[in-house]
């Protein structure tokens, strides 16, 4: 080509250029460069990448939305401070906690030092009146429970443990001395507590075969037997234990510091849920309790009920957090993540795992947020939390085996999240009674007959 020719090229060339956009490009990358590298393509190479380029991204395609898991929009049911509040603790668990998670739980390791970070949230106690407590609805509680489980099912066992058994069971039990004592201080997150009553020989018919005794000697309670699977017990400043009185055959309860004389808690290693926890396995051997330390109201089974009862509503929503968490990273990661030249959220068989994981978990909202209300109404029932209990727990399972499906092989890696929703979900599916107990509950207030074994 002549002179003349390139000439003439190169000023119809700068015709069709924009120079303000060529400015702006010229800014974020060498110019020289880019040229120099398109020129060693060839022609297929210099096709496919016109093609992408040319590709319009689809609205939304990597971007997953802040409250994407909501489909019903049910946080508009919260007022615009209880929203605040709600997005705070997302926040903090995104910021603060997510970071962490992973590598604590492939350790099995708790990171304590958000203990500290915890406390400027004020969300310690939640239901509670007096003693520091922020005293809001139990819908909040539920709330709260959903969003760290969303990150992380142990951090929210961690908190529901405190914050919910221990606390709960000295509001409900203690007595006045008892509250002023110990509640402030947990409310500040300033002594950590736990909460001890499965055993190692009996889990679901622990109201009735409870093996661990408490005798009064005179002076004191003396306490032998043991607690397993207890959260927060290897490093909480108070257990609450839970023991038969040897006299009366009653269980009553026991506020015990972590450095009484007689009490032993050992570290439960090898699971494969919730790691971060820090379960124990609790000896106590003639360990002395004084009558101060006695919860005053807890004479019998039917005052840890009323603990229980309380606190399996926030299982429920723990269970619909951990199902949340599981649907919104596999609904991210199936927009990133592409196979045939395409996103794989664009195949068919992707988009209806999606949608069944989205159908359970709308209706799993649903059900905790009526739950609640009932709870804050004061209707809330054994098996109103029971059955809440049993449906978002097996949903659940459905909810991160879809999740971990759609990921493929990817979806037993750690980085992804998903495999540790699919291990925290057989926690969730287990504790604070098994699907076959809390059936059983409902079974009796739906026939009028009791099916458990005498």
Same mark, same amino acid.
């Given at each position: 080509?002549?002179?003349?020719?390139?000439?003439?090229?190169?000023? !119809?060339?700068?015709?069709?250029?924009?120079?303000?956009?060529?400015?702006?490009?010229?800014?974020?990358?060498?110019?020289?460069?880019?040229?120099?590298?398109?020129?060693?393509?060839?022609?297929?190479?210099?096709?496919?990448?016109?093609?992408?380029?040319?590709?319009?991204?689809?609205?939304?395609?990597?971007?997953?939305?802040?409250?994407?898991?909501?489909?019903?929009?049910?946080?508009?049911?919260?007022?615009?401070?209880?929203?605040?509040?709600?997005?705070?603790?997302?926040?903090?668990?995104?910021?603060?906690?997510?970071?962490?998670?992973?590598?604590?739980?492939?350790? %099995? %390791?708790?990171?304590? &030092?958000?203990?500290?970070?915890?406390?400027?949230?004020?969300?310690?106690?939640?239901?509670?009146?007096?003693?520091?407590?922020?005293?809001?609805?139990?819908?909040?509680?539920?709330?709260?429970?959903?969003?760290?489980?969303?990150?992380?099912? /142990?951090?929210?066992?961690?908190?529901?443990?405190?914050?919910?058994? *221990?606390?709960?069971?000295?509001?409900?039990?203690?007595?006045?001395?008892?509250?002023?004592?110990?509640?402030?201080?947990?409310?500040?997150?300033?002594?950590?507590?736990?909460?001890?009553?499965?055993?190692?020989?009996?889990?679901?018919?622990?109201?009735?075969?409870?093996?661990?005794?408490?005798?009064?000697?005179?002076?004191?309670?003396?306490?032998?037997?043991?607690?397993?699977?207890?959260?927060?017990?290897?490093?909480?400043?108070?257990?609450?234990?839970?023991?038969?009185?040897?006299?009366?055959?009653?269980?009553?309860?026991?506020?015990?510091?972590?450095? !009484?004389?007689?009490?032993?808690? &050992?570290?439960?290693?090898?699971?494969? *849920?919730?790691?971060?926890?820090? !379960? %124990?396995?609790?000896?106590?051997?003639?360990?002395?309790?004084?009558?101060?330390?006695?919860?005053?109201?807890?004479?019998?089974?039917?005052?840890?009920?009323?603990?229980?009862?309380?606190?399996? *509503?926030?299982?429920?929503?723990?269970?619909?957090?951990?199902?949340?968490?599981?649907? &919104?990273?596999?609904?991210?990661?199936?927009?990133?993540?592409?196979?045939?030249?395409?996103?794989?959220?664009?195949?068919?068989?992707?988009?209806?795992?999606?949608?069944?994981?989205?159908?359970?978990?709308?209706?799993?909202?649903?059900?905790?947020?009526?739950?609640?209300?009932?709870?804050?109404?004061?209707?809330?029932?054994?098996?109103?939390? /029971?059955?809440?209990?049993?449906?978002?727990?097996?949903?659940?399972?459905?909810?991160?085996?879809?999740?971990?499906?759609?990921?493929?092989?990817?979806?037993?890696?750690?980085?992804?999240?998903?495999?540790?929703?699919?291990?925290?979900?057989?926690?969730?599916?287990?504790?604070?009674?098994?699907?076959?107990?809390?059936?059983?509950?409902?079974?009796?207030?739906?026939?009028?007959?009791?099916?458990?074994?005498?």
């Amino acid at each position: 080509m002549s002179i003349f020719g390139k000439v003439k090229n190169t000023i !119809n060339l700068l015709k069709s250029i924009d120079m303000d956009q060529l400015a702006k490009i010229n800014k974020q990358i060498d110019l020289g460069d880019a040229m120099k590298t398109l020129g060693n393509l060839d022609e297929h190479q210099l096709k496919g990448l016109m093609k992408m380029l040319k590709t319009k991204r689809r609205k939304g395609q990597h971007d997953l939305p802040p409250i994407d898991g909501d489909f019903y929009n049910l946080d508009l049911k919260l007022t615009k401070e209880q929203r605040d509040l709600q997005l705070k603790v997302r926040n903090f668990m995104e910021d603060e906690v997510k970071p962490l998670v992973n590598d604590h739980w492939n350790r %099995a %390791a708790f990171p304590f &030092e958000i203990i500290e970070k915890f406390k400027s949230l004020n969300i310690t106690g939640i239901p509670y009146e007096g003693y520091g407590c922020p005293n809001l609805p139990f819908l909040m509680e539920g709330v709260i429970a959903q969003e760290m489980a969303r990150v992380d099912v /142990s951090i929210s066992t961690f908190f529901g443990v405190h914050s919910g058994l *221990a606390m709960g069971s000295i509001y409900l039990c203690g007595s006045e001395a008892q509250k002023e004592e110990w509640l402030p201080q947990m409310q500040k997150l300033e002594k950590i507590g736990a909460f001890g009553l499965t055993e190692p020989n009996v889990g679901s018919g622990v109201a009735g075969g409870m093996e661990t005794t408490c005798k009064f000697d005179g002076e004191n309670w003396v306490l032998n037997g043991q607690k397993k699977w207890i959260g927060n017990a290897t490093f909480a400043d108070i257990i609450i234990i839970w023991a038969r009185d040897e006299d009366s055959n009653q269980v009553k309860g026991f506020i015990v510091r972590k450095d !009484n004389p007689g009490f032993k808690a &050992e570290k439960i290693e090898d699971k494969m *849920a919730l790691r971060i926890v820090q !379960n %124990a396995l609790i000896t106590l051997t003639d360990c002395k309790i004084p009558e101060s330390d006695r919860l005053k109201y807890a004479d019998s089974f039917k005052d840890t009920a009323k603990v229980l009862q309380m606190t399996r *509503a926030g299982v429920a929503w723990q269970a619909v957090g951990c199902a949340r968490g599981a649907y &919104e990273s596999a609904l991210k990661y199936t927009k990133k993540r592409e196979q045939f030249g395409r996103p794989i959220a664009s195949y068919q068989l992707v988009q209806n795992h999606l949608v069944e994981m989205l159908s359970n978990l709308t209706a799993m909202q649903t059900m905790v947020y009526r739950l609640s209300e009932l709870q804050d109404q004061g209707l809330l029932t054994d098996e109103h939390a /029971s059955l809440a209990k049993v449906y978002c727990s097996m949903r659940t399972r459905d909810v991160v085996s879809r999740a971990r499906e759609v990921l493929g092989g990817n979806g037993i890696l750690l980085e992804h999240d998903v495999a540790r929703f699919v291990a925290d979900a057989e926690a969730i599916y287990s504790y604070e009674g098994t699907k076959e107990i809390n059936s059983l509950i409902v079974g009796r207030a739906i026939t009028g007959y009791s099916a458990f074994v005498n």
